[in-house]
């Protein structure tokens, strides 16, 4: 099992959203978050000042999938959530250990 964690813009979670249900995924978490990457922000004219935007708005998605899920989910994220400009977000893999549901007690991809 993996946990996928992507950043991505706010306006394409539904897109990612729509992507993975249509490969049978159950269940994702999605946090509004902010932050910043490579373009370090930035600046904004309001009312003839100019701002730094530091820590841009972001969307994470979190979601758990089986090990023969994984490649197809992460290439259907890559795919919904690209447009194609500066900041389309990343996409982390870390291994999970171990899952289980509260109310049944099943463990393992029965848990997913």
Do not use: W
Not at 45 to 55: N, P, Q, S, T, W
């Amino acid at each position: 099992m993996k946990l996928i964690t992507a950043i991505i813009k706010p306006f394409k979670s539904d897109d990612v959203r729509e992507a993975l249900q249509e490969l049978g995924v159950n269940g994702m978490t999605v946090t509004e978050v902010k932050g910043f990457g490579r373009q370090k922000g930035h600046t904004e004219l309001y009312r003839g000042a100019e701002y730094v935007i530091d820590f841009l708005p972001k969307a994470k998605i979190e979601v758990a999938v089986s090990d023969d899920l994984l490649e197809p989910a992460i290439e259907a994220i890559c795919k919904a959530a690209n447009t194609g400009q500066i900041g389309d977000g990343k996409i982390f893999v870390t291994p999970i250990e171990q899952s289980i549901r509260i109310r049944t007690g099943e463990t393992g991809n029965d848990a997913l």
